[in-house]
């Protein structure tokens, strides 16, 4: 069965920062890989995603993620942190199913930024 | 281009009644997804809807039911209101969902309370 572990429900860091949001996936087929972030009263949005070709994928914000499939790992990552990156992030897994994907989410990792 | 469109925002239901949520995707967009969100459970898949037909459904119970128009809007329905059932729904469109890669773009959701 398909599964996402985000390790750590929160995160702190101060602004400048390297960030650091660790995803591990379980996936019997090729996995598709997302990051989202979700601030307060609104919906997701897609920071990238992983689907063929180059592991080291770079999405908006100045996030990037690494898909490394002997350590079936999705982290993300961002050189410095600003202090609107404060949000939840979710890694996402999808799965093909009758035709269409079904997207597993992690729990979610929240981003605190300190000043 | 108006993204995805949820109505309404905020919901107020008691035990035992039933609710009905819409979702307006992006124009051309033709796959709809719901989600539940909730602090324990995390973001569930509910079910998709492609070309007005029912593709994938997630482990909820037949309470949960929904329907796509021919114009790609989307209800769900939750009839008999649980406690349990107070949560974020999110609804997400995308051109196709078929082969997974395809971005999904969220809606903001809608809040719904059940006293």
């Known amino acids: 069965a398909q599964s996402v572990t985000q390790l750590g429900s929160h995160v702190s860091v101060s602004e400048g920062a390297l960030v650091l949001l660790r995803c591990n996936y379980s996936s019997s087929v090729p996995p598709y890989l997302f990051w989202y972030v979700q601030y307060p009263n609104q919906g997701l949005q897609l920071l990238l995603k992983?689907?063929?070709?180059?592991?080291l994928v770079k999405g908006i914000n100045g996030f990037e993620a690494e898909f490394k499939k002997s350590e079936t790992s999705f982290h993300l990552t961002k050189p410095s942190a600003h202090m609107s990156d404060a949000a939840e992030y979710f890694c996402a897994v999808s799965f093909p199913s009758g035709g269409s994907y079904i997207p597993t989410f992690g729990r979610g990792t929240s981003l605190i930024v300190h000043p | 281009k108006a993204g995805v469109t949820q109505t309404p925002r905020y919901l107020i239901k008691t035990r035992g009644q039933q609710v009905t949520l819409s979702c307006s995707p992006i124009?051309?967009?033709?796959?709809v997804s719901w989600y539940q969100q909730t602090p324990g459970q995390g973001l569930q898949f509910l079910f998709e809807?492609?070309?007005?037909?029912?593709?994938n459904k997630g482990n909820f119970p037949g309470r949960f039911s929904g329907r796509q128009f021919s114009n790609s809007r989307s209800e769900m329905n939750v009839s008999t209101l649980e406690l349990g059932d107070s949560a974020l729904y999110l609804c997400?469109?995308?051109?196709?969902?078929?082969?997974?890669?395809?971005?999904?773009?969220f809606g903001p959701g809608t809040r719904l309370l059940v006293l």
């Open positions: 809807y492609f070309s007005e037909t029912q593709r």
């Open positions: 992983y689907t063929t070709g180059a592991t």
């Open positions: 997400a469109s995308s051109i196709h969902w078929t082969s997974g890669q395809e971005t999904q773009y």
């Open positions: 124009s051309g967009h033709r796959s």
